[in-house]
């Protein structure tokens, strides 16, 4: 199949010639056709699948084809949980609406509030915005969204981890008429929230699954080496940096204390490194993402802030320094190499601390890694062996003890789960899922 298969207009069809673009991926072939025919739709496909495309096609698509419900209010909201993923889908989309009379701004948290308003007013035909920032301004009717056709979320599950189900739920109430068309892209649609909100913004939804979240990537190889303590993780660092089979290189860190310390360490040993932590103010972020996407740097530190959607198409190596606290993250970290059918690599150090969240990775996977070892670097660590479970007890006070005694191995085995617990709580780095306290890291 071809884009020319699809109904499009030749200015999109032109557009798509300049990106070196002219093959349908799985998503697209099957989240087009859905969107073009005007249906509300839920998708979920794999990191880097080309899903920013299948909703930006159909979107120019519906601007070029059809009359606007409305002269000045927006046509098409796109609705993003961080400012990189939307700066990024920004910039897909400037290019998209270069031949053509369509405005487009973007609305994020962290930027001025005044001169949004300002832009806001010259009636843009796309808005792409971080979900708070666009609520705060319709809240104080710097918009109307009366005419809204289309409305696009993306990452969705990420956004409702983010809390952002309030802003969500009051821009969905302020376009609430029957034209309206509503398209949601999640990671995963197998989350309880997704649903919930998916049952109130959407209207007999086709869903389009491509790929699950734990199906594997034929494009990455995935290795796994055993670590005693940090010495040991960082000798075993240095050794894979200095291979220097790769273009650009990310590493995952569990806090932005470590992110921090380990590029210092780097740096030391000469490597272009950049830290990308939650200290960082907006614009430090923007250079420093933008410096590393230009190849300025060869190594990107960072914590699980980076891990999604970011587009960086010389990332040929993934590091999980610190094994990450939720599956799915592993996923989406591992995700930033072998896209758009480039081969990457991803390797996890795992250490005694990481072995839970290793073994939930496994899990999650259906999958058992084979071990990696440097000969001179060999680890004396083997992996935790699990507590035996007792089975003789009879008297009603070691009953009792041994539900407790239970429930903590439970709680100790159990893959993490992206509840409220861990939502509320404390040590997760700076995780954008954090929403309490307030972290500069946290989108609008
Ligand atoms: P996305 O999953 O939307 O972040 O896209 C990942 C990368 O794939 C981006 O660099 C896109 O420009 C690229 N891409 C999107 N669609 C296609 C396609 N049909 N063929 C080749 N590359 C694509």
Not at 229 to 247: G, N, P, T
Not at 358 to 372: G, I, Y
Request: one cysteine or more; charged letters at 25%; glycine letters at 6%.
């Amino acid at each position: 199949m071809l884009f020319t298969d699809f109904q499009l207009d030749n200015r999109l069809l032109q557009s798509l010639k300049h990106m070196g673009i002219d093959t349908p991926t799985d998503i697209q072939e099957q989240a087009i056709p859905v969107a073009l025919a005007g249906k509300d739709l839920m998708a979920s496909s794999k990191t880097g699948s080309g899903k920013t495309l299948a909703f930006l096609l159909p979107a120019m698509q519906r601007m070029i084809s059809t009359r606007a419900l409305s002269k000045r209010d927006p046509r098409v909201v796109i609705l993003l949980p961080t400012r990189e993923l939307a700066t990024q889908v920004y910039s897909q989309l400037r290019l998209l609406v270069a031949n053509t009379q369509y405005k487009a701004i973007k609305i994020l948290g962290g930027e001025n509030f005044n001169d949004q308003a300002k832009s806001l007013a010259r009636d843009p035909h796309f808005i792409v915005a971080t979900p708070g920032r666009l609520a705060d301004h319709l809240a104080q009717h710097h918009l109307h969204l009366n005419g809204l056709e289309l409305l696009i979320l993306d990452e969705a599950d990420r956004m409702l981890d983010l809390g952002f189900a309030p802003q969500l739920q009051a821009i969905h109430r302020a376009a609430d008429h029957k034209r309206r068309q509503t398209l949601m892209f999640s990671a995963t649609l197998d989350h309880t929230d997704i649903n919930n909100i998916a049952a109130e913004l959407l209207n007999s939804p086709e869903h389009v699954a491509v790929g699950a979240a734990n199906t594997s990537h034929a494009d990455i190889t995935q290795h796994v080496y055993l670590c005693d303590h940090l010495d040991h993780k960082e000798a075993v660092l240095s050794r894979l940096l200095s291979q220097d089979e790769h273009k650009q290189i990310i590493i995952f860190t569990a806090t932005r204390q470590d992110t921090g310390r380990l590029a210092d360490k780097l740096a030391k040993q000469g490597f272009k490194t950049a830290a990308l932590s939650g200290d960082l103010n907006q614009g430090q972020r923007n250079q420093i993402m933008d410096q590393f996407s230009r190849g300025l740097q060869k190594i990107l530190i960072t914590t699980d802030v980076a891990s999604r959607g970011l587009d960086l198409l010389n990332v040929s190596l993934v590091i999980n320094f610190d094994m990450p606290k939720f599956s799915e993250e592993y996923v989406h970290r591992i995700g930033r190499t072998g896209r758009a059918g480039s081969k990457g690599d991803a390797v996890s150090l795992v250490g005694p601390k990481d072995w839970r969240n290793f073994e939930n990775v496994q899990q999650f996977l259906h999958k058992t890694f084979t071990l990696s070892v440097f000969d001179d670097l060999k680890p004396k660590f083997s992996g935790l062996k699990d507590k035996p479970k007792r089975t003789k007890n009879t008297s009603s006070t070691v009953k009792k003890h041994k539900k407790t005694t239970n429930n903590k191995q439970k709680s100790k085995n159990a893959p993490a789960k992206r509840d409220k617990r861990f939502l509320s709580g404390v040590d997760v780095g700076d995780a954008p899922m954090l929403r309490k306290p307030k972290s500069p890291l946290q989108d609008e």
